[in-house]
């Protein structure tokens, strides 16, 4: 679990199955990483993150999209997909590994 701050409010962040079905109810749809291809679906995610992660919320997903600054919203999906990532246990590789790897020929 990591903390992230949103609109002024130090929250906790995890993923897991429930916030899997969390984001199903806000946005009405079935989970897939392959369909978080819109900003929309994107934090939807990071909102359902919010809501499973943190006993109460203080703000809605409509204040959220509508008044946080581009600085937050990237730590807040950062901070989201790297839970993602740890809970389906995808390493994170860096963009120098990547690099050194195409270096390499690999």
């Known amino acids: 679990m990591r903390k992230v701050k949103v609109l002024g409010h130090e929250l906790d962040i995890m993923f897991n199955m429930a916030v899997q079905i ?4 806000i946005s009405g749809k079935p989970f897939d990483i392959k369909t978080l291809d819109t900003q929309t679906a994107t934090m939807q995610l990071c909102y359902a993150s919010l ?3 943190n006993h109460k919320v203080p703000f809605t997903f409509e204040d ?3 008044i946080i ?3 937050e919203t990237a ?3 950062d901070a989201v997909f790297d839970e ?9 590789v860096s963009a120098e590994d990547d690099t ?3 270096k390499e020929g690999n």
Not at 22 to 25: A, T
Request: hydrophobic share 30%; no cysteine.
């Open 100 to 102: 050194q790897q195409d």
């Open 75 to 77: 730590s807040l999906k």
């Open 69 to 71: 600054d581009v600085e």
């Open 22 to 25: 969390e984001f199903e109810e």
């Open 51 to 53: 809501k499973v992660s």
């Open 64 to 66: 959220m999209v509508n």
């Open 84 to 92: 993602f990532r740890e809970w389906y246990k995808i390493p994170k």
